[in-house]
């Protein structure tokens, strides 16, 4: 079955405490990319990654980092999470235009 | 700025009836226009799409319209059943380079009644 997967899907820590949320894909996607979805502003990207070792910045990338070291994992990193990074994650894959989305990972940053 | 605007937050329809969903974008330079469903706890799920050469693009009881002249594209779901009820976003692209990155309003919470 085609997928997208996440881990954890929800988690609390606390501010400063390094983070690691693991995303796979499946379908031997080049593209993947990182959303995070708050209220009102709906889905913004955080990073992406066009294949293996390139990536570059989206919208919001303040605070995260990521690597792609193999096609199939996508992997988001919080060195210092803060309480503004509370939200609700998205990892997509896609050929080209339709991506397809992991679960969601529910963080909270007390 | 918004660049992809769903106007309605909400919409309920009555089972059988058609539902309609509505979306605006702002920049001429989107090619491509997406709709996706997204029930609670699961990500977003696609559902349909539209190239901008096209106005019309059916899948079964799904079909998005496209009004290129009024920036304005809008999901037809006929007949609506119960399980159609969740969140309808819409999502354009084309205008990021090689960043496939999507475009997406607010979304449009859809209930459709029994």
């Known amino acids: 079955e085609a997928q997208v997967t996440q881990n954890p899907r929800y988690l609390i820590t606390v501010t400063g405490k390094k983070l690691t949320v693991t995303c796979s894909q499946n379908m031997n996607h080049e593209y993947m990319s990182w959303y995070r979805q708050d209220p009102g502003l709906g889905l913004r990207q955080i990073y992406y990654s066009m294949n293996v070792e390139v990536t570059d910045k989206g919208d919001v990338p303040e605070g995260y980092k990521v690597s792609r070291k193999e096609k199939r994992n996508f992997p988001l990193i919080l060195e210092s999470p803060s309480p503004n990074q509370t939200s609700l994650y998205f990892c997509?894959?896609?050929?080209?235009?339709?991506?397809?989305f992991g679960p969601g990972t529910r963080l909270t940053v007390t | 700025d918004q660049q992809v605007k769903q106007n309605s937050p909400s919409l309920s329809v009555q089972e059988g009836r058609i539902s309609i969903l509505n979306c605006d974008y702002t920049n001429s330079m989107f090619d491509y226009f997406l709709w996706y469903k997204k029930y609670p706890a699961e990500g977003p799920t696609f559902l349909i799409s539209?190239?901008?050469i096209k106005d019309k693009n059916e899948d079964g009881r799904f079909t998005v319209f496209l009004n290129k002249s009024a920036k304005h594209l809008s999901l037809h779901i006929v007949p609506s059943q119960p399980g159609d009820s969740a969140v309808y976003f819409c999502a354009a692209s084309g205008d990021a380079g090689n960043n496939r990155k999507l475009i997406w309003g607010l979304g449009t919470s859809l209930a459709v009644n029994p």
């Open positions: 997509a894959s896609t050929d080209y235009y339709e991506q397809y």
């Open positions: 539209i190239s901008s």
